[in-house]
């Protein structure tokens, strides 16, 4: 488990919110750690679970019988995490597999502090200057809490309210999402484009989110993989 989550708790298998068609992230013991991404199919509780076999370039992942795997899935604004081991294998015609039921699950709650650079493109919806053209705008920073956000004007004083609209995808959920945020405005600073002395100035605001959003969350869990 990464060192930017709290410390891990025991957890009930409720507390996941375990759903067919939950993509789930499979870890591979062996000599290199490898991650594979695939869907739960059903389970009974206290028997079995049923995943599909993950796929990677359209081919299915040689796995085998009795392999120990360790498994991941994200839910609310926790990780989970278990061990398990691939009790069958089988693949025609549909490709599933049948693992132990986790015996002991680890919850891990996502920081929503923790802060990571990015460049993402951002709409901005509405704030005190709405008169202005509201394109070209784009992060700086994102945290759960809140973004620093770059653009060519003010989008008004401080304290003032601004509603930004976020698109990404998740690699985690394997879905696209389209996340509107509320906020307040912290600060507003001039700022100047490195390297590019001809480059209009740009105004950099700090911007509190007034509810944290999952998804967001998971985006800056997943940036931070990518960067460690």
Known sequence: ??????????????????????????????????????????????????????????????????????????????????????????????????????????????RSHLRVRTNLPIEILSSSLAGHNLGDFHLHDISGGGTSVVGPHKLGEVDSPVKLRLRFDLQSTGKSEDAKMVGTIQNVELVHSANQNHAQPEYQHGIRFHEPDARVVLLVHELKQRTD
């Open 1 to 110: 488990m990464s060192h930017h989550e709290h410390p891990t708790k025991k957890a009930k298998f409720a507390d996941m919110h375990f759903q067919v068609g939950q993509r789930v992230q499979l870890i591979l013991e062996g000599a290199s750690e490898h991650k594979q991404y695939t869907s739960v199919i059903g389970w009974v509780e206290n028997e079995f679970l049923m995943l599909r076999v993950p796929q990677e370039d359209g081919w299915i992942v040689h796995l085998r019988e009795g392999m120990a795997v360790e498994v991941r899935l994200f839910s609310g604004l926790s990780i989970f995490t278990f061990k398990s081991r691939i009790n069958t294998l089988l693949l025609n015609p549909r490709n599933y597999m049948l693992m132990s039921f986790p015996e002991e699950i680890l919850e891990a709650p996502m």
